[in-house]
């Protein structure tokens, strides 16, 4: 391994699929076998070097991902209480987290009759149910229901519950359309609300992924359109480090240093094109 200084700017920007998550975070290299296990153990490595060093500005993910992250807790010997304290402390403080945008269209109105609210949220305690909510054609309101507002002032609620009705209609009916026209599976479909934007602007470069089989389905053609390739970690190593000692980098005062493999190392010199 060498120890390459880059400016953050330089590094493409890495949607981080479950898998990848749990190779950086979770699994242990040391429960492998090394002799059998080897690209196992080298995708571990590599999901935690990226992991530790990418600046946090290119390192994305999602909460479908976080929730496969999370869903792990049996295998790894976690309490679900222990997983909720690890994506606090270990994904939302490192990655940036993206949220599903989807356009309201007229084509799906019809999935809209008789739905009058996109967001609610609602507080409740023993004496009363208060709240807010926004319409679906953009009002706003309030509500309250139990006894005299003047004989009770609401303290801190006892549970709180969100709801987007809008929302979650609209964001199944995208991942369906998407399902059916160009036949991809239905969670890839979601992970495409997350990484596109309703114009179908990219916002990721890679998909970094330790599954073969997922990797095999996102570089099919019918994903081409998006621009975005997927890739183990391992590969994302090795063509960053191909790329970086091609590059001529400007010294820069807020330069990061990553540990990738050196030129002559097996991972380098490994036959593989790569996007970068």
Not at 196 to 222: C, F, G, H, Y
């Amino acid at each position: 391994m060498v120890r390459v200084s880059f400016h953050p700017s330089y590094c493409p920007k890495l949607y981080l699929d479950a898998n990848v998550l749990i190779d950086a975070i979770l699994e242990d290299e040391e429960k492998h076998d090394r002799n059998r296990d080897i690209e196992k153990i080298e995708s571990i490595r590599s999901a935690r070097q990226i992991y530790d060093n990418w600046p946090k500005d290119s390192l994305l993910t999602s909460p479908y991902a976080i929730g496969e992250f999370m869903g792990k807790s049996g295998k790894f010997r976690k309490s679900y209480h222990e997983m909720l304290e690890i994506a606090r402390d270990r994904v939302f403080s490192k990655c940036v987290v993206l949220h599903s945008s989807v356009e309201r269209r007229d084509d799906i109105a019809k999935l809209e009759e008789g739905l009058t609210i996109g967001w609610h949220v609602e507080h409740r305690s023993d004496q009363a149910r208060w709240g807010e909510f926004i319409t679906a054609e953009g009002g706003s309101g309030g509500f309250y229901a139990g006894p005299r507002r003047e004989e009770f002032a609401p303290n801190k609620p006892k549970a709180t519950f969100y709801s987007a009705p809008l929302f979650e209609s609209l964001l199944f009916a995208k991942a369906s359309e998407i399902e059916s026209q160009i036949g991809i599976h239905f969670e890839d479909a979601i992970t495409l609300t997350y990484i596109m934007d309703p114009d179908n602007t990219r916002r990721v470069d890679i998909i970094a992924s330790n599954d073969q089989e997922m990797r095999k389905r996102w570089n099919d053609l019918m994903f081409s359109h998006t621009g975005i390739e997927a890739m183990s970690t391992l590969d994302i190593a090795r063509d960053f480090c191909r790329w970086m000692q091609k590059k001529e980098i400007p010294s820069s005062s807020d330069h990061i240093t990553i540990g990738l493999p050196s030129a002559n190392s097996d991972i380098c010199n490994r036959n593989r094109k790569g996007p970068l």
